[in-house]
């Protein structure tokens, strides 16, 4: 990657958040290749879209992505404050709307630290420079005679020292230098990058003061609710329009414009209410009584469709992967062991249901939205509202979850038209039966793998076939399951070193809006290989442990290209992020070392082990689990070794692993969306539950840190979790758990 | 009919069938007592009444007549906050922080009637309380950190 800095005009967001005079640094742009800007304007140094410098010091960082519980609104900033050594205290934390200067905004793939690091790090870096060169030639010293620590550019030769205000409007004079002059500093200097800074919005958080989506409250707003077609495709057919009507502060009853595919992101019609309050709005809904009809979708029915789906196991093999001659190995293999792994539909229930509030303003339209990527937002709404992306102006409120949902704005889009519609401020509030029910739902799936063991227990063949409606056919709907970035997530960089190694898909359509949620296809892909070692172990008389060392085998790079994969490892090359099978080893013996895992345990408790690698971040887990006399299941503890290369916030980092633990031991135990006649079967907590407080496991998490290079954080937590919890079940009972959720296949 | 909020004195003429969190949220506009599932089932909308903890969408505006509610924002007195809200921010509890409120009510509540309790009494009161983000069990050690004296209300 390169980094060029030059110079351009001086940007709206500067005007936007009304600050006047001082430094402003564009670095480039990564994920669009914009490139990078820099406008010496009245005196402000700008060092980027990401920085400006004003003359009275504030340094002013613009966070272009959403904070939704990962850290990434405190961590970006860490990484621009170290670099310029500037005092944490004096900074302007600015949440920045949607544009495309800021590059690839959509906060999801566990990409703002691992995306932007070296960007954030160069601006804050440049800036640093350019003080120091203007204080120099201020104090008519050569540069190397000056140093900035703490908000001070120091004269190493006198001692003196001056405030950063002191140098702003010399330094916007100055050329930005570019990343081959930059340089940075060591680690040992480092005041934030590695340090468990206090997350910006605390002291909201704790009272009741920050603003999510479904907060937002404007001059003269309506509040709007909306019964969608409870089918994929369906319409409204009738709705008793008087009735609502006589709802005391209800305001109006508004059809929502007919959904046509493909699905992409848009809003699935239905009937709005919009009222003076949100309990109105939902009096005059249920008055209203609207009806539907199913359309294509109506006979869906997730118990039929798991048939289908291993119809298409059993038939057609799209090869993805192909080492060796994995048939042969199986034929001669001394023992053959094939297992079915099934997935069901899930749900991300992000904390906050989805919201959004829209207001007119002139012929612009602005918007106060939980969405994972204002971009996104822009370009769903625009249409339906007759705009363009550029003048619908979007702010990204604090998320409460998302984990993948977010990034979908279909429910944006409604509040758009519905105050295009009321020529009023209208937010448009999700109910949690409305999210449990027009979800974009984590996939179906059904995988066999068959693995081949040789005289000495030896794998010597690994076959993997998977199969479930993918993600892509939300936008092209000749999409037949699953394409390769979807076969890279789990499947396509599988770490043995066996010589016989096939991975194929079968083909399958969906039914409801797939989507991805937190970690997305790793999650039945792990749950299959962290099951499938562990099977193969207690068949070859192993450790699971050494099972796993054994089929990862020496250490080394691997390229799943030199297989035929089309392997897209998670959008970054494997120059900077290879698949490396020493990372991986040294976080499982890590969990091994840090639980214990082999030692003997008391009846009824068992120890699961599993290990993966997602987002270029490596985590094993261990597990523990108690089975009562009647099948009672309880997870008590677990322990993750995580390695995400460079650890910006290492708080934040442990987060997001117990975090993960919890979310991975919701899916293993409950997660369980179901169809019937094309409709959700669950509505609320109580059909889908999450983990409560007494079944979540004490998680203690060991971070490895064996490169400076940050890898993703938010997901690869999850995927190890639910192997490992139906492992430990095997070794507490004996009882193999092949498919999620775990329910109540124990106690039946 | 009339009641509290914060100390606040309210009157209220409206449907009394209105559950109260929707009355904070939209026409009180404190929005700090937070919506997560209607239903009684996730606990983000817990407020204090008379110092109990409830579940403010399953209670009716009639039933708060001559009450004392007090609310998250309600918990500290000015700057100087709770000593739940403190531990909350010490050992890093929140991550999106949408169920924190509910949370932090409910702990408030139970140690106002349990100063001292187990790790079984925890799970028995934080039950109702769903964090979609995981955070359980930092939100025991900051109970345990009060409870043992070990943080005190102060300023944030
Ligand atoms: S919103 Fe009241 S318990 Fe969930
Ligand atoms: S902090 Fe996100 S739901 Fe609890």
């Known amino acids: ?100 200067k800021f590059g690839d905004q959509n906060t999801d793939g566990s990409t703002s630290i691992r995306k932007f690091y070296d960007t954030f790090r160069h601006a804050g870096a440049a800036a640093r420079m350019m003080l120091e060169q203007a204080a120099a030639e201020k104090w ?65 958080f704790v009272t009741g003061s920050s603003q999510f989506g479904q907060d937002v409250r404007r001059e003269g707003m309506l509040y709007a609710v909306a019964k969608r077609p409870p089918v994929v495709g369906g319409k409204l057919t009738g709705y008793n329009k008087e009735a609502a009507m006589a709802v005391k502060g209800v305001v109006d009853v508004v059809e929502l414009p007919v959904f046509e595919k493909p699905i992409m992101f848009k809003p699935l019609g239905g ?91 002139g012929d612009t339209l602005r918007m106060w939205v939980c969405c994972q990527d204002p971009q996104s937002v822009q370009d769903t709404v625009a249409p339906y ?25 279909d429910f944006a889009a409604e509040a758009a038209i519905l105050a295009k519609h009321a020529g009023k401020p209208v937010k448009m509030v999700w109910t949690r039966e409305d999210d449990m029910q027009h979800s974009y739902y984590h996939t179906i799936s059904a995988q066999r793998v068959k693995g081949a063991l040789d005289v000495d227990g030896r794998v010597t063949a690994w076959k993997h076939k998977t199969a479930f409606p993918s993600i892509f056919e939300i936008f092209d709907p000749r999409t037949e399951g699953p394409v390769a970035m979807e076969m890279g997530l789990g499947l396509l960089d599988i770490p043995f070193e066996t010589p016989n190694l096939q991975v194929d898909a079968g083909k399958a359509r969906g039914h409801v809006r797939i989507g991805w949620m937190r970690s997305v296809t790793n999650i039945q892909h792990a749950f299959a290989l962290g099951s499938f070692v562990d099977e193969l172990a207690h068949a070859g008389g192993k450790r699971t442990d050494d099972m796993w060392l054994e089929l990862i085998g020496s250490d080394r790079m691997i390229d799943p290209a030199k297989d035929g994969a089309d392997y897209s490892n998670y959008g970054e090359t494997l120059d900077r992020h290879p698949v490396d099978t020493a990372r991986l080893k040294a976080v499982l013996k890590k969990a091994v070392e840090m639980s214990g895992y082999g030692k003997e345990m008391p009846k009824g408790h068992g120890l699961g082990i599993s290990v993966h690698r997602s987002f270029v971040t490596y985590v094993a887990n261990v597990v523990e689990v108690v089975v009562g006399d009647d099948g009672r299941l309880s997870v008590p503890r677990a322990w993750v070794a995580a390695d995400c290369g460079l650890a910006v916030n290492p708080d934040r980092v442990k987060a997001q692993m117990e975090g993960a633990v919890v979310f991975g031991t919701s899916i293993a135990l409950h997660g369980e969306i179901t169809a019937k006649d094309g409709r959700i079967e669950q509505s609320n907590f109580d059909g889908y539950p999450v983990c409560r407080i007494e079944e979540s496991p004490h998680v203690e998490v060991a971070i490895l840190e064996t490169t400076g290079v940050p890898g993703g954080v938010g997901e690869p937590g999850v995927p190890p979790v639910a192997p490992a919890i139906t492992n430990a079940i095997f070794a507490a009972t004996g009882n193999r758990i092949r498919r999620l959720p775990i329910g109540h296949q124990m106690t039946a | ?52 903890a409830v579940r403010s969408c399953q209670t009716w505006m009639d039933d708060v007549e001559g009450t004392e509610v007090t609310t998250i924002e309600g918990l500290g007195t000015g700057d100087m906050l709770h000593a739940l809200q403190i531990a909350w921010a010490e050992n890093n509890v929140p991550q999106c922080g949408y169920c924190q409120s509910g949370q932090i009510m409910q702990a408030a509540s139970l140690l106002a009637d349990n100063p001292n309790p187990t790790d079984e009494d925890i799970d028995m009161a934080m039950s109702g309380n769903i964090c979609r983000c995981g955070t359980y069990q930092r939100i025991k050690k900051s109970i345990r950190d009060v409870a043992d004296g070990k943080i005190k209300g102060g300023k944030l």
């Open chain 1, 271 to 361: 009937l709005a209410v919009l009222a003076t309050n949100t309990y109105a709005a939902k009096k005059g809904l249920e008055a209203a009584a609207p009806e539907f009809e199913a359309g294509d979708n109506g006979g869906y029915d997730t118990a039929e469709y798991e048939k289908i789906l291993w119809q298409a196991i059993d038939g057609e093999d799209v090869n993805h992967l192909k080492r060796g001659d994995v048939d042969t190995a199986l034929a001669n293999a001394v023992t053959v062991v094939e297992a079915d792994y099934f997935v069901p539909h899930l749900h991300h229930a992000p904390m906050e249901p989805p919201a959004a509030t829209a207001e007119w303003q």
């Open chain 2, 1 to 52: 009919m009339d009641f509290k909020i914060n100390g606040r004195a309210i009157s209220y003429d409206g449907d009394g069938e209105m559950p109260l969190l929707w009355y904070l949220r939209d026409l009180a506009g404190m929005t700090g007592t937070k919506f997560g599932c209607g239903a009684g089932l996730c606990g983000a909308c817990t407020v204090h009444v008379d110092g109990m």
């Open chain 1, 1 to 100: 990657m390169t980094h060029m800095v030059e110079n351009v005009s001086r940007r709206g967001v500067l005007k936007g958040a009304g600050i006047i005079g001082g430094l402003v640094l564009t670095a480039p742009l990564v994920s669009k290749g914009l490139m990078a800007a820099i406008k010496k304007a009245s005196g402000q140094l700008e060092a980027s879209n990401y920085l400006s410098i004003s003359e009275d010091g504030t340094v002013n960082i613009y966070i272009h992505r959403v904070e939704m519980g990962q850290g990434s609104r405190t961590g970006l900033p860490q990484i621009i404050a170290d670099e310029l050594d500037a005092d944490w205290s004096r900074i302007n934390f600015v949440a920045a709307f949607g544009d495309q």
């Open chain 1, 140 to 204: 008519g010293v050569s540069a190397d005679q000056v140093m900035a620590k703490e908000h001070r550019i120091h004269n190493k030769a006198t001692g003196k020292s001056a405030d950063y205000s002191e140098f702003v409007a010399a330094a916007a004079e100055l050329p930005v230098p570019d990343a081959t002059k930059v340089s940075y500093k060591a680690k040992a200097d480092r005041r934030y990058i590695g340090k468990s800074v206090r997350n910006i919005y605390m002291k909201d």
């Open chain 1, 385 to 409: 509202v007759g705009l363009k992306p550029v003048q619908i102006h979007v702010e990204a409120t604090l998320l409460g979850g998302a984990f993948g949902r977010k990034s979908k704005p």
